[in-house]
Protein backbone atom coordinates (compact mmCIF):
# COMPACT_ATOMS: atom_id res chain seq x y z
CA UNK A 1 0.00 0.00 0.00
CA UNK A 2 2.96 2.29 0.64
CA UNK A 3 4.76 2.01 -2.50
CA UNK A 4 1.31 2.77 -4.63
CA UNK A 5 0.29 5.74 -2.43
CA UNK A 6 4.12 6.89 -3.10
CA UNK A 7 3.58 6.64 -6.63
CA UNK A 8 0.33 8.73 -6.68
CA UNK A 9 2.02 11.03 -5.35
CA UNK A 10 4.66 11.11 -7.78
CA UNK A 11 2.20 11.34 -10.27
CA UNK A 12 0.09 14.39 -8.77
CA UNK A 13 3.77 16.92 -8.06
CA UNK A 14 5.14 15.70 -11.76
CA UNK A 15 1.32 16.66 -13.00
CA UNK A 16 1.68 20.22 -10.88
CA UNK A 17 5.20 20.50 -12.55
CA UNK A 18 3.79 20.43 -16.02
CA UNK A 19 1.10 22.91 -15.14
CA UNK A 20 3.58 25.07 -13.78
CA UNK A 21 6.04 24.67 -16.94
CA UNK A 22 2.83 25.59 -18.86
CA UNK A 23 1.88 28.74 -16.77
CA UNK A 24 5.59 29.71 -17.38
CA UNK A 25 5.86 29.03 -20.82
CA UNK A 26 2.82 29.05 -22.32
CA UNK A 27 1.35 27.43 -25.44
CA UNK A 28 1.93 29.48 -28.69
CA UNK A 29 3.25 27.78 -31.47
CA UNK A 30 3.05 28.15 -35.26
CA UNK A 31 -1.10 28.41 -35.84
CA UNK A 32 -2.02 27.73 -32.15
CA UNK A 33 -4.87 30.29 -32.47
CA UNK A 34 -6.44 28.31 -35.30
CA UNK A 35 -9.98 26.85 -34.81
CA UNK A 36 -11.57 25.14 -37.09
CA UNK A 37 -15.57 25.20 -37.79
CA UNK A 38 -15.60 21.98 -39.83
CA UNK A 39 -13.42 19.51 -38.32
CA UNK A 40 -15.41 16.42 -40.08
CA UNK A 41 -13.59 17.69 -43.31
CA UNK A 42 -10.79 19.58 -42.05
CA UNK A 43 -8.29 18.32 -44.84
CA UNK A 44 -10.83 19.49 -47.87
CA UNK A 45 -9.62 23.44 -46.67
CA UNK A 46 -6.03 22.87 -46.87
CA UNK A 47 -4.16 23.61 -49.93
CA UNK A 48 -4.01 19.91 -51.37
CA UNK A 49 -1.77 20.86 -54.20
CA UNK A 50 0.95 22.06 -52.01
CA UNK A 51 1.09 20.72 -48.52
CA UNK A 52 2.62 17.34 -48.37
CA UNK A 53 1.85 14.22 -46.57
CA UNK A 54 5.40 14.24 -44.89
CA UNK A 55 4.13 17.74 -43.40
CA UNK A 56 0.71 16.79 -42.43
CA UNK A 57 0.59 16.79 -38.13
CA UNK A 58 -1.90 14.08 -38.51
CA UNK A 59 -4.37 13.78 -35.26
CA UNK A 60 -4.14 10.70 -33.79
CA UNK A 61 -5.82 7.88 -31.26
CA UNK A 62 -4.40 5.00 -29.22
CA UNK A 63 -6.31 2.32 -28.73
CA UNK A 64 -8.83 3.96 -31.13
CA UNK A 65 -11.55 0.72 -31.10
CA UNK A 66 -11.61 0.59 -27.37
CA UNK A 67 -15.06 2.67 -26.89
CA UNK A 68 -17.01 -0.83 -26.04
CA UNK A 69 -13.94 -3.06 -24.99
CA UNK A 70 -14.66 -5.85 -22.10
CA UNK A 71 -18.05 -4.88 -19.72
CA UNK A 72 -19.56 -1.79 -19.03
CA UNK A 73 -18.74 -0.45 -15.51
CA UNK A 74 -17.10 -3.82 -14.53
CA UNK A 75 -13.53 -4.60 -16.71
CA UNK A 76 -13.97 -1.53 -19.44
CA UNK A 77 -12.34 0.93 -17.16
CA UNK A 78 -9.35 -0.82 -16.99
CA UNK A 79 -8.71 -0.83 -20.47
CA UNK A 80 -11.16 2.19 -22.27
CA UNK A 81 -9.22 4.04 -24.07
CA UNK A 82 -11.76 6.09 -26.47
CA UNK A 83 -15.31 6.82 -25.71
CA UNK A 84 -15.69 7.51 -29.36
CA UNK A 85 -16.53 5.25 -31.76
CA UNK A 86 -14.59 4.70 -34.65
CA UNK A 87 -16.85 7.27 -37.00
CA UNK A 88 -17.45 9.70 -34.03
CA UNK A 89 -13.18 10.03 -33.88
CA UNK A 90 -13.36 10.63 -37.74
CA UNK A 91 -16.05 12.96 -37.65
CA UNK A 92 -14.17 14.91 -34.72
CA UNK A 93 -10.62 15.42 -36.79
CA UNK A 94 -8.90 12.37 -35.81
CA UNK A 95 -6.90 10.79 -39.07
CA UNK A 96 -4.48 8.30 -37.49
CA UNK A 97 -6.17 5.04 -35.85
CA UNK A 98 -4.36 2.47 -33.74
CA UNK A 99 -6.62 -0.62 -34.35
CA UNK A 100 -5.57 -4.10 -32.49
CA UNK A 101 -6.97 -7.61 -33.17
CA UNK A 102 -6.63 -11.01 -31.69
CA UNK A 103 -6.43 -14.28 -33.59
CA UNK A 104 -10.54 -14.14 -34.99
CA UNK A 105 -10.96 -10.75 -36.22
CA UNK A 106 -11.92 -9.24 -32.95
CA UNK A 107 -10.79 -5.90 -31.52
CA UNK A 108 -8.64 -5.88 -28.51
CA UNK A 109 -6.67 -4.44 -25.67
CA UNK A 110 -4.96 -7.04 -23.95
CA UNK A 111 -6.76 -9.85 -22.81
CA UNK A 112 -9.92 -7.54 -23.51
CA UNK A 113 -12.23 -7.66 -26.63
CA UNK A 114 -14.39 -5.76 -28.61
CA UNK A 115 -16.31 -5.59 -31.55
CA UNK A 116 -15.05 -7.56 -34.93
CA UNK A 117 -12.70 -5.26 -37.08
CA UNK A 118 -15.49 -5.26 -39.60
CA UNK A 119 -16.94 -2.30 -37.46
CA UNK A 120 -14.03 -0.42 -38.00
CA UNK A 121 -13.54 -0.69 -41.65
CA UNK A 122 -17.28 0.15 -42.03
CA UNK A 123 -16.96 3.22 -40.18
CA UNK A 124 -13.70 3.89 -42.32
CA UNK A 125 -15.69 3.45 -45.54
CA UNK A 126 -19.18 5.45 -44.44
CA UNK A 127 -16.86 8.52 -43.60
CA UNK A 128 -15.29 8.10 -46.91
CA UNK A 129 -18.22 8.19 -48.85
CA UNK A 130 -19.44 10.89 -46.66
CA UNK A 131 -16.52 13.17 -47.92
CA UNK A 132 -14.06 13.33 -50.52
CA UNK A 133 -10.66 14.87 -49.84
CA UNK A 134 -10.18 13.35 -46.05
CA UNK A 135 -7.05 11.00 -45.65
CA UNK A 136 -6.80 8.47 -43.38
CA UNK A 137 -3.63 6.21 -42.08
CA UNK A 138 -4.98 3.06 -40.52
CA UNK A 139 -2.63 0.63 -38.95
CA UNK A 140 -3.98 -2.52 -37.65
CA UNK A 141 -2.06 -4.58 -35.79
CA UNK A 142 -1.83 -8.15 -34.19
CA UNK A 143 -2.20 -7.82 -30.37
CA UNK A 144 0.94 -8.86 -27.98
CA UNK A 145 -0.30 -12.59 -27.44
CA UNK A 146 -2.25 -13.71 -30.28
CA UNK A 147 -1.71 -15.76 -33.84
CA UNK A 148 -2.46 -13.56 -36.27
CA UNK A 149 -5.64 -13.58 -38.14
CA UNK A 150 -5.68 -15.80 -41.42
CA UNK A 151 -4.96 -13.85 -44.71
CA UNK A 152 -5.63 -11.00 -42.81
CA UNK A 153 -3.91 -8.99 -44.86
CA UNK A 154 -6.24 -10.35 -47.95
CA UNK A 155 -9.24 -9.48 -46.03
CA UNK A 156 -8.24 -6.04 -44.93
CA UNK A 157 -7.94 -5.23 -48.78
CA UNK A 158 -10.90 -6.85 -50.01
CA UNK A 159 -12.83 -4.60 -46.97
CA UNK A 160 -11.27 -1.31 -47.87
CA UNK A 161 -10.85 -1.44 -51.40
CA UNK A 162 -8.03 -1.31 -53.51
CA UNK A 163 -9.89 1.95 -54.96
CA UNK A 164 -9.44 3.47 -51.29
CA UNK A 165 -6.05 2.10 -50.80
CA UNK A 166 -2.68 4.42 -51.52
CA UNK A 167 0.12 1.90 -52.51
CA UNK A 168 3.10 0.84 -50.60
CA UNK A 169 5.51 3.15 -51.77
CA UNK A 170 8.22 5.16 -49.36
CA UNK A 171 7.95 7.87 -51.73
CA UNK A 172 4.63 8.98 -50.58
CA UNK A 173 5.93 11.25 -48.06
CA UNK A 174 7.18 13.60 -51.06
CA UNK A 175 4.05 13.49 -52.39
CA UNK A 176 1.37 16.31 -52.27
CA UNK A 177 -2.44 15.44 -50.45
CA UNK A 178 -3.69 15.95 -54.71
CA UNK A 179 -1.63 13.54 -56.07
CA UNK A 180 -2.14 10.42 -53.47
CA UNK A 181 -6.16 11.24 -54.22
CA UNK A 182 -8.28 9.72 -54.83
CA UNK A 183 -7.19 7.28 -52.71
CA UNK A 184 -7.53 8.14 -49.32
CA UNK A 185 -6.10 5.27 -46.70
CA UNK A 186 -2.87 4.97 -46.02
CA UNK A 187 -3.05 1.40 -44.34
CA UNK A 188 -0.54 -0.50 -42.52
CA UNK A 189 -0.54 -3.94 -41.55
CA UNK A 190 1.71 -4.86 -39.05
CA UNK A 191 1.21 -8.80 -38.17
CA UNK A 192 3.31 -10.74 -35.59
CA UNK A 193 4.34 -14.03 -37.86
CA UNK A 194 3.07 -13.83 -40.94
CA UNK A 195 5.34 -12.14 -44.09
CA UNK A 196 4.87 -8.33 -43.72
CA UNK A 197 3.50 -6.02 -46.47
CA UNK A 198 5.91 -5.47 -49.30
CA UNK A 199 6.64 -2.40 -51.88
CA UNK A 200 4.04 -2.08 -54.66
CA UNK A 201 1.27 -3.81 -52.95
CA UNK A 202 -1.95 -1.76 -50.93
CA UNK A 203 -0.47 -2.28 -47.78
CA UNK A 204 2.43 -0.73 -45.62
CA UNK A 205 4.68 -2.77 -43.70
CA UNK A 206 5.46 -1.58 -39.70
CA UNK A 207 8.85 0.08 -41.37
CA UNK A 208 6.63 3.00 -42.55
CA UNK A 209 5.47 3.98 -38.91
CA UNK A 210 7.43 4.22 -35.97
CA UNK A 211 7.02 5.30 -32.36
CA UNK A 212 8.93 4.63 -29.18
CA UNK A 213 6.22 3.66 -26.52
CA UNK A 214 7.45 4.38 -22.53
CA UNK A 215 4.75 2.69 -20.19
CA UNK A 216 4.68 4.72 -17.32
CA UNK A 217 1.79 6.61 -15.39
CA UNK A 218 4.21 9.91 -14.51
CA UNK A 219 3.14 12.35 -16.98
CA UNK A 220 6.46 14.58 -16.25
CA UNK A 221 8.26 11.59 -17.24
CA UNK A 222 6.34 10.61 -20.31
CA UNK A 223 6.60 14.31 -21.37
CA UNK A 224 10.12 14.31 -21.11
CA UNK A 225 10.62 10.70 -22.60
CA UNK A 226 8.71 11.50 -25.95
CA UNK A 227 10.52 15.25 -26.09
CA UNK A 228 13.81 13.10 -25.97
CA UNK A 229 13.07 9.88 -29.03
CA UNK A 230 11.52 12.91 -30.99
CA UNK A 231 14.91 14.43 -31.11
CA UNK A 232 16.21 11.70 -31.75
CA UNK A 233 14.82 10.64 -35.11
CA UNK A 234 15.46 12.75 -38.24
CA UNK A 235 13.06 15.80 -39.46
CA UNK A 236 10.27 14.68 -41.53
CA UNK A 237 11.29 15.84 -44.53
CA UNK A 238 14.90 14.02 -43.75
CA UNK A 239 13.04 10.30 -42.94
CA UNK A 240 11.05 7.90 -44.96
CA UNK A 241 8.77 6.85 -42.41
CA UNK A 242 5.85 8.28 -39.94
CA UNK A 243 6.81 9.08 -36.50
CA UNK A 244 4.49 9.02 -33.60
CA UNK A 245 4.92 11.25 -30.36
CA UNK A 246 1.75 8.81 -27.91
CA UNK A 247 0.19 12.31 -25.19
CA UNK A 248 -0.29 9.48 -22.59
CA UNK A 249 0.07 7.87 -19.28
CA UNK A 250 -0.53 3.96 -18.79
CA UNK A 251 -1.66 2.37 -15.14
CA UNK A 252 0.66 0.46 -13.68
CA UNK A 253 0.64 -2.64 -11.42
CA UNK A 254 2.19 -0.63 -8.46
CA UNK A 255 -0.16 2.54 -9.35
CA UNK A 256 -2.99 3.44 -6.57
CA UNK A 257 -5.04 4.41 -9.53
CA UNK A 258 -5.50 1.32 -11.84
CA UNK A 259 -8.52 2.89 -14.26
CA UNK A 260 -7.28 4.19 -17.66
CA UNK A 261 -8.84 8.09 -17.80
CA UNK A 262 -7.71 9.49 -14.50
CA UNK A 263 -4.24 8.48 -15.02
CA UNK A 264 -3.88 9.25 -19.10
CA UNK A 265 -5.88 12.65 -17.90
CA UNK A 266 -2.43 13.43 -16.11
CA UNK A 267 -1.19 14.43 -19.42
CA UNK A 268 -4.17 14.23 -21.98
CA UNK A 269 -4.35 18.16 -21.34
CA UNK A 270 -0.69 18.97 -22.15
CA UNK A 271 -0.81 18.56 -25.98
CA UNK A 272 -0.58 22.08 -27.01
CA UNK A 273 2.37 22.21 -24.29
CA UNK A 274 4.18 19.72 -25.77
CA UNK A 275 4.19 21.24 -29.66
CA UNK A 276 4.95 24.37 -27.98
CA UNK A 277 8.16 23.34 -26.41
CA UNK A 278 9.00 21.42 -29.50
CA UNK A 279 9.21 23.97 -31.63
CA UNK A 280 10.85 26.26 -29.30
CA UNK A 281 13.49 23.18 -28.49
CA UNK A 282 14.08 23.23 -32.53
CA UNK A 283 11.93 20.39 -32.93
CA UNK A 284 8.61 21.46 -34.14
CA UNK A 285 9.65 20.04 -37.77
CA UNK A 286 10.12 16.84 -36.51
CA UNK A 287 6.33 16.60 -35.23
CA UNK A 288 4.04 14.34 -37.43
CA UNK A 289 1.73 12.70 -35.24
CA UNK A 290 0.37 13.66 -32.61
CA UNK A 291 -2.16 10.70 -30.48
CA UNK A 292 -3.83 10.61 -27.24
CA UNK A 293 -6.61 9.16 -25.34
CA UNK A 294 -10.11 10.55 -24.95
CA UNK A 295 -10.12 12.52 -28.03
CA UNK A 296 -13.71 13.70 -26.63
CA UNK A 297 -13.15 17.86 -27.48
CA UNK A 298 -11.60 20.06 -30.41
CA UNK A 299 -8.26 20.82 -28.68
CA UNK A 300 -5.57 18.84 -29.84
CA UNK A 301 -7.35 18.37 -33.46
CA UNK A 302 -7.46 22.18 -33.59
CA UNK A 303 -4.00 22.60 -32.57
CA UNK A 304 -3.04 19.82 -35.33
CA UNK A 305 -4.73 21.54 -38.06
CA UNK A 306 -3.36 24.84 -36.72
CA UNK A 307 0.27 23.81 -37.45
CA UNK A 308 -0.77 22.02 -40.67
CA UNK A 309 -2.15 25.13 -42.55
CA UNK A 310 1.11 27.04 -40.87
CA UNK A 311 3.22 24.18 -42.83
CA UNK A 312 1.50 24.64 -46.02
CA UNK A 313 2.29 28.91 -45.93
CA UNK A 314 6.43 28.48 -44.87
Given amino acids: ?24 EGTEFPGSDYRSDNHKEWMSTLELGRIKVRDVLWPGTHDSATDK ?11 QCQSLSI ?75 ADNLVTHDANVFDKTLEEILPKRVICIWKPRKTAAPSPG ?7 FLKDNWTDTDLPLAKFNANMKHLG ?8 KYFYRVENTCTPQVTSAILCVYPVTNRIRPRARLFISQAYKKGLGDHLQILSQDFVDDDDLIDACIGVTKSRQSS
Fill in 69 to 79: IGIYGVSRPFA
Fill in 1 to 24: MGARISSEKAAIAEAKELTELEKK
Fill in 232 to 239: EHPANKDR
Fill in 87 to 161: YKQLCQGVRVFDIRVESTGRVCHGILKSYKADTVIASLKKFLSETKSEVVILEVRTEFGYDDPPEYDKWLVDQIG
Fill in 201 to 207: SLLFSSA
